[in-house]
């Protein structure tokens, strides 16, 4: 069966067209969800959390976590990863400082403009520096936490703080899954020195293929008594994780086809010849 699996997966990595239409398909859904639900009760703490920009301002501190710790173990580039990191965290804290005065004069809308736009910013220099498995990572987390809120939140009466934070655990799901997999492709990497590292990537995915499949069912398992048998937060809890566990997974597995294409044309290290004056070279 794993292996039917794994040949399966194979097979779809070729195939970006249809990869990419069930993650637009998956967006659609979560927007046609979203869009059936009549109204939506907010409540006065997610909106004074909203307000206060901590929110915002914790999520772009998790991107520079993951660019550090994924980039500099899975691209080993730590020296430029740790650099972009700091240059960003400068830009992301002066921000932060101007937000007392972005709400004296009624400016969050600009201010918040200016925060996401910075967080674009950081995922296309991490492109830059070569930290793609921190990119793609970090896209699988804000792709699973967007569609698990869309569906989700056509399925609920109430967006309360324990919603977002919940939705904050699944992105960091979908990050640990997205590590679980591309540790694979770094073992791979350092195994076949001399291959493509696109073909590392493929392979190392396929292998990571039953311990993702292993997580989402645990998710799962965890979330289906609660989104049935519980009430109140509970309840929310366990159908936002039951939605978003399999989301992520997939997610993960899908951002194997933009890796394969920025990979397709690089070479792995291939040993001795790749180390001068005790430095590796890309």
Same mark, same amino acid.
């Given at each position: 069966m794993t292996n039917q699996l794994t040949?399966?997966?194979?097979?779809?990595?070729?195939?970006?067209?249809? /990869?990419?239409?069930?993650?637009?398909?998956?967006?659609a859904a979560g927007i046609a969800a979203t869009a059936l639900k009549a109204e939506h009760a907010v409540t006065d703490?997610?909106?004074?959390?909203?307000?206060?920009?901590?929110?915002?301002?914790?999520?772009?501190?998790?991107?520079?976590?993951?660019?550090?710790? /994924?980039?500099?173990?899975?691209?080993?580039?730590p020296g430029k990863s740790i650099a972009l990191t700091l240059g960003v965290l400068a830009a992301g804290s002066i921000?932060?400082?101007?937000?007392?005065?972005?709400?004296?004069?009624?400016?969050?809308?600009?201010?918040?403009?200016? =925060?996401?736009?910075?967080?674009?910013?950081?995922?296309?220099?991490?492109?830059?520096?070569?930290?793609?498995?921190?990119?793609?990572? =970090?896209?699988?987390?804000?792709?699973?936490?967007?569609?698990?809120?869309?569906i989700a939140f056509g399925l609920v009466d109430r967006i309360s703080v324990s919603s977002i934070l919940t939705l904050m655990a699944v992105g960091a799901l979908a990050v640990v899954m997205a590590f679980l997999g591309y540790s694979q492709v770094r073992i791979q990497m350092d195994a076949a020195r001399r291959d493509p590292l696109g073909h590392s990537v493929r392979t190392g995915m396929s292998r990571a293929l039953p311990f993702l499949l292993l997580t989402g069912l645990a998710t799962l398992l965890i979330a289906v008594p609660l989104a049935v048998v519980a009430g109140g937060p509970p309840r929310d809890f366990g159908l936002l994780l039951l939605i978003g566990g399999p989301v992520g997974a997939l997610a993960v597995l899908m951002s194997v086809v933009p890796l394969v294409s920025m990979t397709q044309n690089v070479l792995s290290e291939t040993g001795a010849s790749a180390r001068r004056g005790g430095r590796r070279q890309r």
């Amino acid at each position: 069966m794993t292996n039917q699996l794994t040949a399966i997966y194979g097979k779809l990595i070729d195939r970006p067209g249809l /990869v990419y239409a069930i993650a637009v398909l998956l967006a659609a859904a979560g927007i046609a969800a979203t869009a059936l639900k009549a109204e939506h009760a907010v409540t006065d703490d997610l909106v004074a959390l909203l307000l206060s920009g901590d929110l915002l301002y914790g999520l772009f501190l998790v991107m520079l976590i993951v660019l550090v710790i /994924v980039g500099a173990r899975i691209d080993d580039r730590p020296g430029k990863s740790i650099a972009l990191t700091l240059g960003v965290l400068a830009a992301g804290s002066i921000v932060r400082l101007l937000l007392p005065f972005a709400r004296s004069i009624d400016w969050l809308g600009e201010w918040n403009g200016v =925060m996401l736009g910075i967080m674009i910013i950081t995922l296309y220099l991490s492109l830059r520096v070569g930290a793609r498995f921190a990119v793609t990572a =970090m896209g699988s987390a804000l792709y699973a936490m967007i569609v698990t809120a869309g569906i989700a939140f056509g399925l609920v009466d109430r967006i309360s703080v324990s919603s977002i934070l919940t939705l904050m655990a699944v992105g960091a799901l979908a990050v640990v899954m997205a590590f679980l997999g591309y540790s694979q492709v770094r073992i791979q990497m350092d195994a076949a020195r001399r291959d493509p590292l696109g073909h590392s990537v493929r392979t190392g995915m396929s292998r990571a293929l039953p311990f993702l499949l292993l997580t989402g069912l645990a998710t799962l398992l965890i979330a289906v008594p609660l989104a049935v048998v519980a009430g109140g937060p509970p309840r929310d809890f366990g159908l936002l994780l039951l939605i978003g566990g399999p989301v992520g997974a997939l997610a993960v597995l899908m951002s194997v086809v933009p890796l394969v294409s920025m990979t397709q044309n690089v070479l792995s290290e291939t040993g001795a010849s790749a180390r001068r004056g005790g430095r590796r070279q890309r």
